[in-house]
């Protein structure tokens, strides 16, 4: 584009944009936003020859923004929340009233720690709030908040680049679970013990060798990782179904042991903590309803 009059761009198009990123569909993203799927489809092909890109190409996983819609993603949900703002005028941001949906990036290990509390917390302050929950991990939750895909995300992640915005909501620590009548488990649970046995890594990577194997090799032993999954969640279903033992975060196990017949113990050594946390980009940083979510969630953290 070489120069564009304002006065000839349908600034709806934008929305019809932020939704194609955020949906990665053109059916969803009509339904987000209330238009027909003919008319997001008349308003994507106006958006390719407004910026002379192709902007989203089809794949089996949907719409797929080209680099230049990645590129210019951030900067138009930018330009779509200062307008939100300055339509709320003085009122700011009324939770109560709100009908504001958030779209928020967790690991299933979070969701399960953070969502049920958030929700309920929802429910009874912000009825009119919705949320849009996507998967994410310690390896994407960078690039979905880069990318725009997600406003914030919550977990644990490399150091943020400066453009973004870190803060802990807790530190994690963790706990050993295998099924109460274990055969292995006929007396004092020492190293040697936890070390014949067989385990159980999560990795949503699928890296049989994570945080716990990491804190072993420091003190130069290894344990015998027999099953790694992806999905946080199969750790405790695992170890009540088979003899593997799982070492991981507490606030995993906790809440299921009670439901589940496995036994929880404390493990022989040393693990290091891990930290949870909030990430948000800088762009977010004034936002009043982004301002309220952050400080819900880091309350519903220090609960956990």
């Known amino acids: 584009m070489n120069k564009v009059h304002l006065s000839g761009v349908d600034l709806n198009l934008l929305v019809v944009f932020d939704a ?11 339904e987000r936003i209330g238009l027909t799927q003919p008319a997001v489809s008349h308003a994507l ?8 890109d192709p902007l989203f ?36 941001f009324d939770p109560a009233l709100s009908r504001r949906q958030f779209t928020l990036g967790l690991s299933d290990y979070a969701a399960f720690v953070l969502l049920p509390r958030l929700t309920a917390r929802l429910d009874r ?3 009119g709030v919705s949320l849009i929950v996507r998967n994410t991990s310690h390896s994407h939750g960078l690039a979905m908040l880069e990318d725009g895909s997600v406003e914030l995300i919550a977990g644990n992640f490399p150091e943020p680049p400066t453009h973004m915005r ?5 530190e994690e620590d963790f706990v050993c679970a295998c ?19 067989r385990h159980l890594q999560v990795s949503t990577r699928g890296n049989p060798r994570g945080h716990v194997d990491k804190a072993l ?9 027999t099953a790694t999954v992806g999905h946080f969640l199969m750790a405790p279903m695992l170890a009540d179904a088979s003899d593997l033992v799982a070492t991981e975060p507490r606030r995993l196990f906790v809440p299921l042991a009670g439901r589940l017949s496995i036994r929880l113990f404390p493990p022989p050594f040393d693990i290091p903590p891990f930290k949870v946390v909030q990430t948000w980009h800088a762009r977010h940083e004034a936002d009043e309803g982004h301002q309220w979510m952050r400080r819900t969630l880091r309350e519903v953290g220090q609960e956990a």
């Open 166 to 170: 870190e803060e802990l909501l807790y």
């Open 179 to 197: 099924r109460s009548d274990h055969p292995g488990f006929d007396g004092a649970i020492d190293l040697d013990r936890y070390l014949s046995l």
């Open 20 to 30: 194609l990123v955020s949906e990665g569909h053109a059916t969803r993203a009509s």
């Open 57 to 92: 190409v089809r794949s089996p996983r949907g719409m797929m923004p080209t680099p230049l819609a990645q590129e210019i993603a951030p900067g138009i949900r930018s330009i779509l929340e200062q307008v939100e703002g300055l339509l709320l005028g003085g009122r700011g």
């Open 125 to 127: 302050e912000a009825p």
């Open 45 to 52: 092909n106006r958006l390719r020859a407004l910026f002379g």
């Open 217 to 225: 090799a420091d003190k130069e032993f290894k344990r015998n990782v």
